[in-house]
């Protein structure tokens, strides 16, 4: 059974950097094909993609917040960082994040129970 | 960055047939694969469909996907008022280094 689980700050002040850490199991990040996907959700709003990091180290950022985002895997610790910088209030959402499955890189599954993160002063 | 497009809203009567759109481009439906998700109130996204028209097991046959150019389409059959959800399209975009891009998903609504 795959599970995976968002931990980091609930509150962040603007300029600030967020550092939101994903820990999963029942997979690892060493097996071809297999990756580890960063989602986000402002409440009330759609999903918008953030980052995902491949079995093999390749990175991929959403090209709007690519200079702002960077993600990072420790394969001994089962976990994926997500670092995030000059966090300003609209970036207030819930983060997820997702295993990316071998079918296709735009195929997330499951996803963790996501955390919101609120941007203020 | 390009986005696909869905409509904001659908509705539908126990029982009936909907069908949900999703609309992108040469780079992204047109040369992958898309994904459908359902996400309930309060709750994380769940897999729907993969790779146009495959369903992870658990999903019920009443889902159904299909692909046609750069637009891709979702079906639900036999609606049930347990379908009221949000529902988006996902899929590569090979632009720009690729990236992953979500529609801006379509609130079903059952009447």
């Known amino acids: 059974q795959i599970t995976l689980k968002e931990s980091g700050p609930t509150l962040v002040k603007p300029t600030q950097t967020l550092t939101l850490t994903c820990t999963f199991s029942g997979f690892s990040l060493t097996t071809t094909g297999v990756g580890v996907g960063w989602i986000r959700q402002p409440p009330g709003k759609a999903l918008e993609w953030l980052a995902l990091?491949?079995?093999?180290?390749?990175?991929r950022y959403s090209p709007s917040l690519k200079s702002r985002l960077t993600i990072t895997k420790d394969t001994s610790k089962n976990q994926v960082v997500l670092t995030m910088t000059n966090m300003d209030p609209v970036d207030t959402a819930t983060y997820f994040c997702?295993?990316?499955?071998?079918?296709?890189?735009?195929?997330?599954?499951?996803w963790g129970q996501g955390t919101l993160v609120t941007v203020s002063s | 960055q390009s986005v696909l497009t869905q409509p904001p809203s659908a509705s539908g009567t126990p029982g009936q047939r909907v069908t949900l759109s999703c609309s992108g481009s040469?780079?992204?439906?047109?040369?992958?694969?898309v994904s459908w998700y359902q996400q309930l109130p309060g709750t994380a996204p769940k897999l729907l469909i993969y790779?146009?028209?495959q369903r992870p097991s658990g999903v019920p046959d009443r889902f159904s996907g299909s692909k046609s150019g750069t637009s891709a389409s979702l079906a639900i059959s036999g609606l049930q008022s347990e379908d009221e959800a949000d529902y988006y399209c996902a899929a590569w975009d090979d632009s720009l280094n690729g990236y992953v891009v979500f529609g801006g998903g379509t609130k079903l609504t059952v009447l």
């Open positions: 790779s146009n028209n």
């Open positions: 990091i491949f079995w093999d180290d390749d990175k």
């Open positions: 997702a295993h990316k499955t071998t079918f296709s890189s735009a195929s997330f599954d499951p």
């Open positions: 040469s780079s992204s439906i047109g040369g992958n694969t």
